[in-house]
């Protein structure tokens, strides 16, 4: 069988990169022989040995929902079955950050038949066979997936941080295992009390999302927030910036603001760049006004998510920039260059810059001719979403046979889910036009 690959948990590719275009990139270099490509997702002292077929077997892994996050470094576990070694039949490798080997923690242990074993929590999984180094045919990927749940939760109990960090994003989004808030949230603020600064940034989240078992706390989002900035990290700052400019957890203070905005922008911060330009495109009272340099920083935080792949903060951006060619804010207006840009961003999934489009189409916009067809086309994607507003237009399209063939059921259908689901007032005011 030779080598078995699995990610270990939170794998950094790239930033922004999708599984897709990971697994993609793996299944083109493994057909290709390409090993040198290969090495970008593996360990290097693995990759002479790595076939087609487990290269796509890794890729399959990448698949299954094992990519980036926020503050893990690029990790790989590669699970080698060897054998021709006569002394430990398994073999396995760790390159967490700051990580430990299996063998510095102790779970890999030699049992009484001459088989190893891994020792880790029985409760982590519901399979003996993914303990077993004398069946490695029955390492599936599945089986593979709760060797890695496992192991991060059995060394996660043992208070090691960066393993509570892992089990915490495992348990909080529910990838290998049914979702448990309370205990993510004990196991970041575990690893937080011990200083351990990666666990700064999920917890500040956690506390500024709130969930049902935990409630929303912006005071204690900020107190982490600033807490993850002071220790360094570069996207925390954008957060204080957010902070001090809101007024959320601490007393508003724009200079505080404009300060933190400024720290993120000398390390290329795109929040930073775009909360920045927003403080100066808004009326904020006591702040200076200067729509230049607002565009200037949208422009700034584009090109530097496009420099690093970030398609979702080029995506976000460009709508920005659209907005101010759209209402000629720090450039002179421009409905060609407004409509360039939104197109951009509406390609990459920016739901707002689909709203925007349809929006534009629909009523006509300074020498945008109204278009219907592509009013329409734009709502429904922006719809998919779950944007609430381009909903109501797709019923209004319905309604009226804009851009689709008139369908007064289907335009009641849409209201009647946006006023019972949503409470959506235009909605309500749309079913009583349709009575």
């Not at 490509?37 to 693995?46: E, K, R, T």
């Not at 299954?64 to 079955?81: A, R």
């Not at 749940?149 to 960066?162: C, D, K, W």
């Not at 999920?202 to 935990?214: F, Q």
Request: a negative charge.
């Amino acid at each position: 069988m030779g080598f078995v690959l699995a990610v270990a948990g939170m794998v950094m590719t790239g930033c922004g990169q999708k599984p897709e275009g990971i697994v993609n990139d793996v299944y083109k270099s493994a057909s290709e022989k390409k090993f040198e490509n290969i090495a970008a997702y593996v360990l290097p002292d693995s990759i002479e040995k790595f076939s087609e077929e487990e290269a796509k077997s890794f890729a399959e892994l990448v698949a299954q929902g094992f990519w980036q996050n926020d503050y893990s470094s690029f990790t790989v576990d590669s699970v080698v079955v060897n054998p021709e070694n006569t002394e430990a039949k398994f073999v396995v490798k760790t390159n967490f950050k700051n990580g430990l080997s299996f063998a510095e923690t102790g779970l890999l242990r030699k049992t009484a038949n001459g088989n190893w074993r891994l020792m880790v929590d029985k409760e982590a999984t519901d399979t003996d066979d993914v303990y077993s180094v004398s069946n490695p045919e029955k390492m599936t990927p599945e089986l593979m997936r709760n060797l890695h749940y496992a192991t991060v939760m059995t060394l996660a109990s043992r208070g090691i941080p960066q393993y509570q960090v892992m089990a915490a994003q495992i348990l909080q989004d529910g990838i290998l295992t049914s979702a448990d808030i309370e205990r993510a949230l004990d196991l970041l603020k575990s690893a937080a009390d011990k200083n351990y600064v990666p666990a700064y940034l999920p917890l500040a989240r956690m506390y500024d999302k709130g969930y049902k078992k935990v409630p929303k706390d912006l005071e204690k989002a900020f107190e982490w927030d600033l807490k993850a900035a002071e220790a360094g990290v570069v996207r925390a700052y954008g957060n204080v910036g957010y902070a001090y400019r809101e007024g959320e957890g601490t007393m508003k203070d724009f200079e505080k603001a404009k300060e933190w905005y400024e720290k993120g922008i000398a390390k290329g911060d795109i929040g930073s760049m775009s909360g920045l330009a927003y403080m100066y495109l808004s009326d904020f009272k006591g702040f200076e006004n200067d729509n230049e340099k607002a565009f200037e920083l949208y422009n700034k935080a584009y090109e530097t998510a496009e420099k690093a792949g970030d398609m979702e903060q080029c995506a976000n951006r460009a709508v920005s920039i659209g907005y101010c060619y759209n209402l000629g804010y720090g450039v002179p207006k421009n409905m060609d260059k407004a409509m360039e840009w939104y197109t951009k961003a509406a390609e990459a999934g920016d739901e707002v810059a689909m709203d925007n489009l349809g929006i534009i189409y629909y009523y006509g916009n300074d020498g945008v001719q109204k278009n219907y067809d592509k009013a329409f086309y734009w709502f429904s994607k922006a719809a998919k979403t779950g944007l609430l507003r381009a909903k109501y237009k797709v019923g209004e399209c319905y309604e009226y046979g804009r851009g689709v063939e008139k369908n007064k059921a289907k335009a009641r259908e849409i209201y009647r889910e946006l006023w019972d689901k949503h409470n959506y007032e235009d909605a309500s005011n749309a079913l009583m036009r349709l009575l």
